[in-house]
């Protein structure tokens, strides 16, 4: 774990000089000059296991290790007209181990693909009119891995209510991917000369967020998202019901159409307590419809600390396509075992705590806040994993 701090320290180190070099704006002067607002140092540890792999037909290993490190940069100035220019720059890199995706070769932890690194940068920009209360926005984001690529845009508008207590906004994303198509080994015939196959995400989402008193805060989400190509896993094995042992690749149809609705609110219990709520449905053409409920209480213990637990409950239907280990009989056009597609329930908890020093994480003044979260997650379907994050904010 040494390695995933190396970066942010040195990062520190760097923006401590650039923050004793350059004067502080205490006039409330608007800078036409690019500057750095925010920085977030966010590095997780994840680990799961559970004994219903899809890569070996609904059966197996889970087991699955993730070190996560990413930094996020937001960077503002002010335009001549007066519009508020904010970009948000971040890059990610992920480094996984999976006890399942090594059996794509029927191997013990020993085969190439045991473990990959996935690479994630992203570019977003907002321009802001303050005065009129309206934002336009642009990002481009990819994702990189061994059998994955992923090219992301999206384009958003927001508009401000007059008395600025509410604000709609619209967004529409759209994901060009391309996978390689790794077949289990037995039932590879090219060797490794693995064939494309390319998956397409569109979704568009719309948002109203008002602010009803000084307590009380909510938000309304709607999104229709739309996906063609190649919805499945080439690896992801399905055993028939007839007793052949044979091994047959999952197939799944070629479209999707994802609706989810959902609510959030705030309530503020004075300077101290926050209860944020948080309620989900969602329903697609698959067959699955599933409920989510959260709740977090911010809990402030002292003007440097604070406490937040937080619960998450979810429940889904399956999709009409999944049966188990050796349960489908062959005998309709589209089937699969991943047990992601299939009924259970879960639940997810944990604690976050945040720590903003008056003199700055270790003595260093504008990195003002460190947090630290930790979740718990179990499933019906014997699945369970923990999750710790560490987040550095320079401000």
Known sequence: MKRIFITGFALMGLLRLQAQTQPSDSTGYKSTKLKIEEVNLVSSYYKQNGNNSAVTGGVGS????????????KL??????????????????????SASSDMIDMSANS????????????????MENEAKGQSFGAGISSSTEFDYQSFGGNILYAKKTKDRNGEFTAKFQAYLDQLKLVDPVELRTGGENYGTASRNTFAGSLS???VVNR????????????????????????????????SHQEKLPDT????????????????????????RYYTDDWGLKSHTAELEVPVKLSPVFSLSPFYRLYTQTAVKYFKGFEQHDGTTEFYTSNYDLSKFDSSFFGMGMKFTPLKGVFGLKHFN?????YGHYTKTTNMVSNIISINIKYK
């Open 208 to 210: 109203y967020a008002q």
């Open 111 to 126: 085969s190439a693909s045991s473990g990959d690194i996935r690479f994630y940068p992203s570019v977003n920009y907002i």
């Open 215 to 246: 307590n009380f805060q909510v938000m309304f989400l709607a999104d229709v998202i739309a996906q063609n190509g190649y919805l499945g896993l080439p690896f992801h094995r399905v055993y028939f019901s007839d007793g052949s042992g044979l």
């Open 76 to 97: 503002v100035k002010y335009g001549k007209s007066g519009n508020k220019h904010t970009w948000d720059v971040e890059v990610g890199v992920d480094h996984y181990t």
């Open 62 to 73: 889970e087991e699955l290790t993730d070190i996560s490190n990413a930094i996020d940069l």
């Open 256 to 279: 999707r159409l994802k609706i989810p609705l959902a609510i959030r609110g705030s309530y503020f219990f004075g300077d101290n307590i926050i209860i944020r709520g948080y309620y």
């Open 369 to 373: 806040t460190i947090e630290v979260r």
